[in-house]
């Protein structure tokens, strides 16, 4: 860690050096390392970091290390990875970010972890998260703050906080995440890093999504690279296909296609992003016309009243936790034990409960006016965060519900629209903001159009390249 600056890196001359996940598959398919090594050398870094990150919820080293003492197949045989906490790990207990729930370890794996090792990742642990991931910061009373790699007084955003840390910083090269909100986007802007939120039902969904009103939450990853990402997704697709959409295949490059762009900044509230958030976009909206891309600029596509609908939704699932979390997470399960965001943004639901039935009605007709904006335009792009990233504490577990509300409000305006369409968005780190700290752009497309949004990532990957911690 250089004390100057904050900056906690992994990045070392081991077997996995500063490659990503398709370059230490390369050196291990080979024969140059061996999956062992390249579990060993992770083990390692995780080791000589996360005393300064506090990413790592619970180790599964001793697991891991027996599992390549036997041949691993797969896109990504032998790289080494890890799990959010939210998911189930066989053998490990999932613990939610939370203290009301029993540390017990779980009996299987969850359809979408099994999909995940179905690639040939290897998972080292279970990463951090805030309290059942309602918030924007993985910061909790449970585990404490997980801190940016990047200059560890910031936040790393959340709620996929600990995965995000973990790669940015070298550890691995791509990690699990979900995304109820903007849960992959968010840390992905925060921390340097490429977040794809991928359609609904293009992977394995969560456990009990079905269940939900409106299916919001999203399986997916951070990489470093959009080659890891777009390998990622061809290898889940040749475990399980996803129905009734097309298939993204093996996209390698950039597409040939020049795409019909849609650029906003304003917010639903119909207040501008900060400057900063704002100038990277319409950067980028300049890079992209150079490709030859057409841009034009629009207003937001959704209003106050769906952000006022996607936050009453929000506290009704803080309010699912609270009420029936012996049901749907542990019989174990101590309510008493719950953080006073949680209960609170479940008491907002109450108050506002009797709306639920028009604010459902509303959210499902939103995918229909969503996909409605893709007849005139491919792809939507706007910031992923509404301002650069804030400091450690700024929405913590100790701030004041009301303050921290209003907070989160004004800092997570547009990652929201695409988990209640359905529909697929990127994050990509394309700039910094001017606390050196790294600051993404969002690309939005319509629903099962991942391809493109890969196409488009690998074109402005290269003729943008965004530098690793390590660099």
């Known amino acids: 860690m250089n004390e100057q600056n904050k900056r906690v890196s ?19 398919s080979s024969g140059e390392i061996s999956a062992a090594e390249a579990v060993d050398a992770a083990i390692a870094r995780a080791k000589s970091v996360n005393p300064a990150l506090n990413a790592i919820v619970t180790e599964t080293f001793d697991t891991a ?4 003492k036997d041949p691993v197949t797969g896109s990504f045989a032998g790289v080494p990875s890890f799990i959010k906490d939210n998911e189930d790990v066989q053998g490990a207990p ?8 029993p540390n017990k370890p779980a009996g299987k794996s969850s359809r979408f972890v099994k999909q995940f090792f ?23 009373l449970a585990f404490g703050t997980t801190r940016n790699p990047w200059h560890t007084d ?6 996929s906080g600990g995965s995000a840390a973990l790669v940015a910083s070298g550890v691995v090269p791509l990690a699990h995440g979900n995304d109820g909100g903007g849960s ?26 079905r269940l939900m009103p409106v299916d919001i939450v999203y399986e997916g990853i951070l990489t470093r690279t959009v080659r890891d990402t777009a390998t990622f997704y061809h290898g889940a697709e040749k475990y399980r296909r996803a129905p009734r959409m097309p298939e993204i295949g093996d996209v390698k490059h950039p597409g040939k296609k020049r795409l019909r762009i849609a650029l906003f900044t304003d917010l639903p509230y119909a207040t501008p992003a900060h400057s900063e958030s704002a100038d990277l976009v319409y950067r980028t909206g300049d890079l992209c016309e150079e490709l030859g891309h057409t841009v034009r600029e629009i207003p937001c596509p959704c209003d106050a009243q769906m952000a006022d609908d996607f936050i009453i939704y929000w506290g009704m699932l803080a309010f699912s936790f609270r009420f029936y979390g012996r049901l749907i997470i542990s019989r174990g399960f101590d309510r008493s034990r719950l953080e006073d965001w949680t209960i609170n943004l479940s008491r907002l639901f109450l108050k506002k409960s009797f709306k639920a039935p028009g604010v459902i009605k509303r959210l499902r007709r939103f995918a229909t006016l969503y996909n409605d904006i893709f007849s005139t335009c491919d792809i939507l792009i706007n910031p992923s965060l509404a301002h650069p990233v804030p400091k450690v504490g700024y929405l913590g577990p100790e701030v004041p519900f009301d303050e921290a509300f209003e907070r989160i409000r004004n800092y997570v305006a547009f990652t929201p629209l695409q988990n209640v369409s359905g529909a697929p968005a990127i994050s990509l780190p394309l700039g910094f903001s001017n606390n050196g700290l790294p600051l993404g752009v969002q690309f939005g497309a319509a629903f099962g159009r991942e391809r ?18 390590g660099q």
């Open 65 to 68: 290390r027996a599992q390549v």
């Open 452 to 469: 493109e949004l890969l196409e488009l990532a690998f074109e402005l990957e290269e003729a943008r390249p965004w530098p690793m911690i």
């Open 94 to 101: 999932t613990l939610w970010g939370t203290r009301a729930v």
């Open 10 to 28: 992994a990045f070392c001359s081991d077997a996995l050096g500063t490659l990503d996940g398709v370059g230490i598959a390369e050196r291990i």
């Open 154 to 159: 910031y936040s790393t955003g959340g709620s």
């Open 118 to 140: 179905s690639t040939g990742l290897v998972c080292l642990g279970k990463t951090a998260l805030p309290e059942f991931g309602l918030t924007a910061t993985t910061e909790s």
């Open 184 to 209: 992959i986007r968010i840390p992905a802007s925060c921390c340097g890093l490429v977040g794809l939120k991928p359609s609904r039902g293009r992977l394995e969904r969560v456990e009990g999504s």
